[in-house]
């Protein structure tokens, strides 16, 4: 059973062999971000290959939060490359078209050149792509490594603690949580489960919760 009572196998990614040396607390958060991510595929039928893809993409993100990258690069972006030189276009497309990534501004020299290289999506089918993009955005900008939904405030100190609250990575989550309504309603109106209405809508039932430690 998963964290939400729905019996939801855990997905492993499909190149394991890549996230053998991270560290126990980017593999808890991976796991974490994935297993949310599964939960609204689920409630919106989503085909396996696509919660593949939602997954693979949540573990290159980790694995990239790891890899030595110099602001103002971004973790995305390298993740981004490495699932398109993998020959992973749906996981690629996902890095590349959705999360903060495209609210980058101004976007370094290779992460223009990839863009232009995949100026959209490739691999997906409408509206698969439409749901997995608002997940990936969801799971990825309010994850908070608690097994339990995130909030925008705690988002957006998370971006300012790790890039400077002047940086261009924060202001592109900024606006990425901007968007989350927009992903939430995409969400909610593709859903097949009402039960689950209240995690899209920004939080768990209360007693569902697991609150930080104080």
């Not at 855990?10 to 890549?18: A, G, I, N």
């Not at 309010?142 to 925008?152: E, I, P």
């Amino acid at each position: 059973m998963s964290k939400f009572d729905l019996p939801i196998p855990e997905m492993p990614p499909s190149t394991p062999d890549l996230f053998e040396d991270l560290s126990p607390e980017l593999v808890r958060s991976a796991r974490e971000q994935a297993m949310q991510a599964l939960i609204l595929a689920d409630i919106t039928r989503l085909p396996t290959p696509a919660c593949q893809a939602l997954t693979d993409a949540v573990w290159l993100g980790e694995w990239a939060a790891d890899q030595p990258v110099a602001y103002p690069a971004s973790p995305h972006a390298v993740a981004a490359r490495r699932a398109w030189r993998n020959d992973m276009p749906m996981t690629a497309s996902l890095l590349t078209h959705s999360g903060y990534l495209p609210h980058l501004d101004p976007l370094p020299e290779p992460d223009r050149s990839m863009i232009s290289a995949h100026p959209a999506p490739e691999g997906w089918s409408h509206p698969d792509w439409e749901i997995a993009a608002a997940i990936y955005t969801l799971a990825t900008t309010l994850r908070s490594g608690l097994r339990s939904w995130g909030d925008a405030p705690m988002a957006a100190e998370a971006a300012a603690a790790r890039w400077g609250r002047r940086s261009t990575i924060t202001q592109a989550v900024l606006d990425t949580i901007a968007t989350l309504p927009h992903h939430q309603s995409v969400i909610m109106s593709h859903g097949h489960n009402a039960r689950w209405q209240t995690i899209v809508e920004g939080g768990l039932p209360r007693e569902g919760r697991d609150d930080p430690p104080r």
